[in-house]
């Protein structure tokens, strides 16, 4: 019996030395090198920063400095739920965020799907890099665009129409328009890119499966069906999940960009409402409060559609 033990003890701190070597051998430092600018990222700026959450249970006051500042409870919580344009810009966030996940967010998967059927390399590499290339391009360079080819007086395209007898399109001051903008500019600016893991996912699909399938007469909507949407659907659960983690966060340089007064009532978001009480209205405590409160939807809504995920049998995030 004390042998055994012996035996064991020993295996075991063979077993721990080995895993020490693996851990931190010679040759793991290469490793922990390509790492180490990813964690020094999210340490300097996701963690450190969370320190001055605390401002969102104080009256902080600058020249008092952080410590110093008074504790005023949930107060800022209290004047963020009471305020009249609270529900407004709820409403809002929430139609947008609608929008980037109900009618953007199958759109790259289209297109990974067309490219996917694409025989010719030469035809697929033209288009894909055609529509990689408006990622690269700044928000304010798109909304520029935009400005240069439909503002109500001197845009290119209602100058044409007035000068052919038209009426002039009202689409950066009419509110019923601003959505629709809101959707295309996303569509012509991030679709492609988008399209890039979905693409990646289906050139790990076995080539054998489509030859199975041919040979039992399955034609290419059939091969799709079964074979190619079947394949995508773990990614896309897990950037479905992730992205309603950023329900609250619309993309405030895009909104920002678009915005006047005219649309403002359907325009106006919590990335904007900070922006405003925080940047330029200096009150920074309250607008440390809304955005925990932002942060805090979001890993509520995380973990719940991830736990549903797992019950209907799929992966999730974690």
């Known amino acids: 019996m004390n042998m055994e033990r012996a035996l064991n003890g020993n295996r075991a701190a063979v077993e ?22 990813g964690l020094l990222f999210f340490l300097v700026f996701r963690y450190i920063p969370m320190g001055g959450l605390v401002l969102a249970f104080k009256d902080y ?12 409870g949930l107060a800022n919580f209290r004047e963020l739920f009471t305020d009249a344009d609270f529900w407004i810009i709820m409403r809002n966030t929430f139609v947008l965020s609608a929008i980037n996940l109900f009618l953007f967010f199958p759109i790259p998967i289209v297109v990974a799907l067309l490219l996917n059927e694409v025989r010719k390399p ?9 529509i990689y290339i408006p ?5 304010v360079v798109v909304a520029g665009i935009t400005v240069i080819l439909f503002a109500t007086q001197d845009g290119g395209i209602n100058m044409f129409l007035a000068e052919h007898g038209f009426e002039r399109f009202e689409l950066l001051t009419d509110p019923s328009y601003f959505r629709a903008l809101f959707l295309s500019q996303n ?31 399955a034609g290419r909507w059939r091969q799709m069906w079964h074979i190619t949407l079947p394949s995508l659907r773990n990614i896309a659960v897990v950037l479905f999940i992730l992205r309603i983690g950023h329900v609250m966060d619309v993309g405030f340089e895009q909104i920002l960009l678009l915005q006047n007064p005219l649309n403002i009532g359907v325009s ?20 440390t409060a809304v955005g925990l409160f932002k942060s805090v939807v979001g890993l509520v809504l995380v973990m719940t559609f991830n736990r549903l995920a797992k019950k209907f049998g799929e992966e999730g995030v974690y």
């Not at 990622?135 to 928000?139: G, L, Y």
């Not at 405003?276 to 209205?281: A, D, E, I, S, T």
């Open 16 to 37: 721990s030395k080995s895993l020490t070597k693996q851990l931190f051998g010679s040759r793991s430092w290469p490793i922990y090198l390509m790492i180490l600018p």
């Open 135 to 139: 990622h690269f391009v700044s928000w």
């Open 268 to 287: 106006d978001v919590f990335d904007t409402y900070v922006y405003r009480n925080g940047v330029q209205q200096g009150e920074f405590s309250y607008s």
């Open 61 to 72: 006051d600058p020249i008092t400095g952080f410590a110093d500042s008074p504790w005023v």
């Open 122 to 130: 030469w035809i697929k590499k033209i288009v894909q890099t055609t």
């Open 187 to 217: 569509i012509w600016k991030e679709m492609g890119w988008n399209s890039i893991l979905f693409l990646a996912a289906l050139a790990a699909v076995d080539p054998g499966l489509y030859e199975a399938a041919y040979v039992d007469g």
